[in-house]
């Protein structure tokens, strides 16, 4: 079945580093994707998505580009802050499925 | 303000009472969500709807019961809570078009449920 698969936290790194938080996905069809994030005692919000193969999705520093041929959807950061503490979920959405993975928890030292 | 609530946002009952936890939207979002967030499991569904009086199962809806009677309200009833219940709740919205959810999805701020 369809399924979401991101790299297990914590995550922790120092502030100025380059984030990578890897996902990786196997849908039928056309899915879109997203990041969502979830700061502390808060409802997830929308970081970024992509609709397409190819397609790249920015916010706040953050992108992640659509890759159909390794079905991937990688979060990525050139230089994390430590605001950018939270839990980070990548889902995907398609005809009648909506599908979260279980979230990658990311602490920044200051 | 416009947006999505719930409420209560903290709920402490005992194991067999039955519990409604209520969402309300003001965007008139056709899609609307409930979910559980439990450590270990992410983020599950357990029940969603298209539009108003149509409603669908998750992966999670066993022991759950919802409702839609009106476009802007979600709620979902524990007909008799269990421990294995307690769980942080989430409802969101979505303005998908019918019969496709792929909207982003906005969520409200949780309930914390407690089953004692």
């Known amino acids: 079945g369809d399924s979401v698969t991101q790299m297990e936290g914590p995550v922790t790194l120092s502030e100025e580093a380059f984030l990578t938080i890897n996902c990786t996905y196997t849908a039928t069809g056309y899915p879109s994707l997203f990041w969502y994030v979830q700061y502390p005692g808060e409802g997830l919000q929308l970081l970024l998505k992509a609709t397409k193969a190819d397609d790249k999705g920015s916010n706040k520093g953050f992108e992640a580009t659509y890759r159909k041929e390794t079905t991937s959807f990688h979060l990525e950061k050139g230089s994390v802050q430590v605001s950018d503490s939270a839990v980070y979920f990548c889902?995907?959405?398609?005809?009648?499925?909506?599908?979260f993975g279980k979230g990658t928890r990311l602490h920044i030292l200051p | 303000d416009a947006g999505i609530t719930q409420s209560p946002r903290y709920k402490i009952t005992e194991t067999g009472r039955q519990v409604t936890l209520m969402c309300h939207q003001t965007?008139?979002?056709?899609?609307m969500f409930w979910y559980r967030q439990d450590l270990g499991h992410g983020l599950r569904l357990i029940y969603y709807?298209?539009?108003?009086?149509?409603?669908d199962k998750g992966e999670v809806p066993d022991g759950y019961v919802v409702s839609r009677s009106k476009t802007e309200n979600f709620p979902l009833t524990l007909e008799s809570a269990t421990r294995s219940q307690t769980s942080v709740y989430f409802c969101?919205?979505?303005?998908?078009?019918?019969?496709?959810?792929?909207?982003?999805?906005?969520f409200g701020p949780g309930t914390r449920l407690l089953v004692l």
């Open positions: 969101a919205s979505s303005g998908g078009t019918s019969g496709v959810p792929r909207e982003t999805q906005y």
């Open positions: 965007w008139s979002h056709s899609y």
């Open positions: 709807s298209a539009a108003a009086d149509i409603t």
């Open positions: 889902a995907l959405t398609g005809d009648d499925k909506i599908i």
